[in-house]
């Protein structure tokens, strides 16, 4: 017996060797020579594995020692690696995270239960800015920053309605409908694509034309990673004045914020469609004593003049004068509204990591009928009573009512007064200061339930949140998908289910909040 074990742990030993042999084997051989892939494959017996696993981990809660980590990483820098790691994920029977910028929030690019290999984008990130025909094609891994960096560059009177976080990676941001401030003349990120490239589960290389109209609906705003992994976009430039205006105002309870508030859910979707007013209420302490702070963020497309003139029509009751309001170009608003001191060059937009990562739990919802004051009150209560998680409304109303919610997959269009997102952010490391945090949140979220929408309670897909519910191991079901499907789609989830079930019938491209893969229209109409 004592010669058998040995024998059977040399075995095994052989056995694993192979494979972790074979595997860069697979990849050089289906990836082109002239560019080599070994040089951006990452194993863990590699002194670059740590630092390329944790560079695009933006939450904390899933780089600790217990979290799974990849069989490998593959940082492509062209195309035939991409291809490459499909196939070769395949054969040995790896699934695949695809990460931009990881950014989304339940680390779901970056982390998986069965084994896993990872594709980094953030190689990829070339910006080619037309501006003739005022349009850019973007690569998956570039950030918002760089895009918007790069189209500061050529134009000063182009933009392009997308989020407010300099670091997010456009490949995600993108597929899942991408949100921000100026969403209320424009539409969002998704209302503005005009071709893409795709890998697909075959590897074939495809654009819009070779994918199909239903492929290219599907990963606007329905998450490309269910369906192939996406390269580069094309997207259309919008018009920006060459002067917009921004303001920041602060209230707490005591300096009538709660009644500002109440009137802003009135307001904020009406008012001029070139006026985006965010509300961030964070519970404070002040002089000893527990309050709210209301922080009110604004971009308005115009000069300071007018923006004084529309809020003195429209919401007085902020008090807002000619002092507050600050003119600058677009690019300048772009770092305002990521929290960069004024004056700051454009240059800071090309930092992939401005602020130390941190440990978060993030969720969304939609609120559709205004909430009272003396519910307003309850929620303030509420918040100094669990004192660590922080409401940010985003307002709807302008163009966003103008679009079918069946235009894109992202659905939530007319109908909504406006967007929470909740969120808890600490730095302090342990499970059971991590589970106070996260029971916080979902307290808040679950206190929420009565204001916000129903039948379904609906989500924000690039908030990403397993609370909501998660596909089993494996081939998720229609089933189970639907329950958070519908949260994040609502009737557009029956459409991505078909889609996927004819892109990526054998489901290769899965994770916990993957569109599954059915066998046939009918499995989907019969369950």
Known sequence: MSTIIPFISIFLLHVVMAVSDTIPQCLSLHSDPSHPISAVTYFPNNSSYPPTLNANIRNLRFSSPTTPKPSFIV??????????????CKKFGLEMRIRSGGH??????????APFAILDMSMLRSVKVNVQDQNVWVDSGSTIGELYYG????????????GVCHTVGVGGHFSGGGYGNMMRRFGISVDH???ALIVDAEGRVLDRKGMGEDLFWAIRGGG??????????????????????VFRIEKTLEQGAGDIVHQWQYVANKIHDGLFIRVVLSPVTRMGKKTIRAKFNALFLGDAQELVHVMNESFPQLGLVGEQCIPMSWIDSVLFWDNFPVGTSAKALLER????????KKKSDY???????????????KMMELEKPVLTFNPYGGKMSEISEKETPFPHRGGNLYKIQYSVIWKEKG????NRYLHSIRSLYDYMSPYVSSSPRSSYLNYRDVDIGVNGPGNGTYAEASVWGKKYFKTNFDRLVKIKSKVDPSNFFRYEQSIPSLASAHTIVSE
Do not use: M, R
């Open 193 to 195: 694509i005009l071709d």
């Open 353 to 360: 990591h401005g602020t130390p990562e941190k440990f978060l």
């Open 367 to 381: 609120v559709q009928k205004p909430i009272s004051k003396a519910d307003l009150e309850g929620i303030w209560k």
């Open 151 to 162: 189209i500061a560059e050529k134009s000063k009177i182009l933009g392009f309605p997308a």
């Open 104 to 113: 989304d929030y339940d680390g779901l690019s970056y982390v998986a239960k």
């Open 431 to 434: 499970e059971d200061v991590a």
């Open 224 to 245: 490309g990673a269910s369906f192939g992994v996406i390269v580069s976009w094309k997207i259309k430039l919008v018009a920006v004045p060459k002067v917009v205006t």
């Open 75 to 88: 940082a492509p820098n062209h195309v035939s690696h991409i291809q490459a790691s499909i196939i070769c």
